[in-house]
């Protein structure tokens, strides 16, 4: 499974993005799907995921409210759309994949992941 992130940029402080991570290879690879951001000299530290067969959606608090993530099959594309988006918000992007449905105590997990897309850059100016 190939992973391709992409829709970062720059946006003022409010405004809102959406990124794609496309995938490549399996057609049922986006069944479990996370995305972690990773801020200059910090952690790499979860933001939102979907597992198969689960209708919740796992939310960073401090994302709630402000980001949500779907999946395109036709396009084998997941989005993870992010309104009023703040300063601290700034960060490298990056989607991952987990082959099997996670357990809830692993979806928030970087480690649980099997692949990983390249990153996009999510600047937010103040």
């Known amino acids: 499974v190939q992973l391709q992130a992409s829709g970062g940029g720059l946006v003022q402080a409010g405004g809102s993005l959406r990124l794609s991570c496309a995938a490549s290879?399996?057609?049922?690879?986006?069944?479990?799907v996370a995305w972690f951001r990773q801020a200059p000299g910090k952690e790499r530290e979860f933001v939102i995921a979907?597992?198969?067969?689960?209708?919740?959606?796992y939310l960073a608090d401090s994302v709630k409210g402000r980001f949500t993530i779907s999946r395109d099959n036709a396009k084998n594309t997941v989005h993870l759309q992010m309104d009023s988006l703040k300063p601290e918000d700034t960060a490298v992007y990056y989607c991952?994949?987990?082959?099997?449905?996670?357990?809830?105590?692993?979806?928030?997990?970087?480690?649980?992941?099997?692949?990983w897309g390249q990153g996009t850059q999510v600047t937010v100016s103040s």
């Open positions: 991952a994949v987990k082959s099997n449905r996670p357990s809830l105590s692993a979806v928030r997990v970087a480690g649980s992941y099997d692949y």
């Open positions: 979907f597992r198969w067969g689960d209708s919740n959606i």
């Open positions: 290879g399996r057609t049922d690879s986006l069944a479990n």
